[in-house]
């Protein structure tokens, strides 16, 4: 089998780019990773062994190469509504639907295995250091992974490594940083909640991703304004980085699936939703969270509404408050009324008032001091 068949058959697939690199084992990541346990361990609290990861051959004891195939997720543009509420990655995420992607990469595999050829394809092996170990771009300092060559160099991809049991010469890694020195430091100036705090170092505790489908608890109140109007994760740092611009000035035709979806995801219907609705519109695209997490798909709803500045969504959260007994969807209800104002908010926290305890009472009490 020759590299240059790998390469092709890759291409027609429709796959954007394609690099190969050794199964040594990824010590610098193990390194970071136990360098920063304390941050990561809400990961393996949840059942992700990030650390075995590192090593390709605990996936396959033959394992003699890795091909990174590259997908560009954003080869068109998403409804602008829909792109302030959620990460563009997201918005036409169709794994759990088995739909185009996964259907290329199971033909990808197909094509392996019918030349003799076995793969595995872990979802916790290090992506992007993958990639750039194969050559195929280098990192900014917001973490993302760029291009060397597709998507006119910008950090609108997905790396897609996959384990082989054949050998291929690697291609030279590309393992630096790539932003250009007159950069200053954009990405990091531009967080919003500080997770960014100084280049290629995230807290994932604080990045907006992370809170809008990992947070347990009720999203500390310092936080509620700087993350905006996202529900469900974010943008920013790609968003303002230099490197990205070129491919943000593209004139992309619509994403025509996302478009026909993008009614499921208005504020209001999501901020009501049932279970059912959640299973049947929600999950299948954005499935980070479990049913049983809808809580968190709310609590975020109510704090983009409260940052919208926009009073028509006041009617809409006093229901909303009567019809979820959950603690935190309550108290963020509360404090987006307080955020939003007005005396029709002012009425129905006075109501709620009385008949609260606990979290939701304390909420409550801090929004009506926004009154006075």
């Known amino acids: 089998m020759k590299k240059i068949e790998i390469i092709t058959k890759a291409m027609e697939l429709g796959f954007d780019d394609i690099g190969f690199t050794s199964t040594e084992s990824f010590e610098s990541q193990r390194e970071i990773l136990i360098s920063r346990k304390d941050e990561y361990s809400w990961l393996l609290s949840k059942g992700t062994d990030i650390f075995s990861g590192v090593d390709p051959k605990k996936f396959m004891s033959d394992a003699a190469t890795i091909v990174v195939l590259i997908e560009v997720y954003f080869k068109e543009s998403f409804p602008t509504k829909l792109e302030g509420h959620f990460g563009r990655t997201y918005l036409d995420d169709d794994r759990m639907t088995k739909g185009q992607l996964y259907q290329r990469i199971k033909k ?127 943008d920013r ?44 519109n929600i999950w299948p695209h954005m499935f980070y969270m479990s049913y049983n997490d809808i809580w968190r798909w709310k609590m975020n709803v109510a704090r983009a509404m409260g940052n919208t500045h926009d009073r028509k969504y006041i009617p809409e959260l006093i229901k909303a408050f009567g019809e979820n007994k959950d603690k935190r969807v309550q108290g963020m209800i509360a404090w987006a009324l307080g955020n939003l104002g007005g005396e029709k908010s002012k009425e129905a926290l006075n109501l709620f008032l009385s008949s609260s305890e606990g979290l939701v009472k304390d909420e409550i009490t801090s929004a009506l001091d926004k009154f006075n």
């Open 237 to 280: 740092c790609q968003n303002v980085c230099p490197r990205n611009q070129a491919w943000l000035a593209m004139d992309l035709p619509l994403n025509k699936r996302v478009k026909a979806k993008m009614d499921d995801f208005e504020l209001t219907k999501l901020l009501h939703m049932s279970k059912q609705y959640y299973k049947s």
């Open 108 to 234: 990808f595999r197909s094509f392996l295995r019918d030349n003799g050829i076995e793969s595995k394809v872990p979802f916790n092996m290090p992506h992007r250091l993958s990639a750039a170990r194969a050559g195929l771009g280098t990192f900014g300092k917001n973490n993302f992974f760029y291009s060397n060559k597709i998507a006119r160099k910008s950090s609108w991809i997905t790396p897609i490594p996959i384990i082989i049991n054949y050998e291929f010469a690697p291609d030279k890694p590309t393992i630096e940083i790539g932003c250009p020195d007159w950069c200053k430091n954009t990405c990091i100036i531009s967080c919003p909640t500080g997770a960014l705090r100084k280049p290629n170092t995230v807290d994932p505790r604080k990045c907006i991703s992370y809170l809008s489908y990992y947070e347990e608890g009720i999203t500390p109140t310092e936080l509620r304004e700087p993350m905006g109007l996202y529900v469900y994760g974010c």
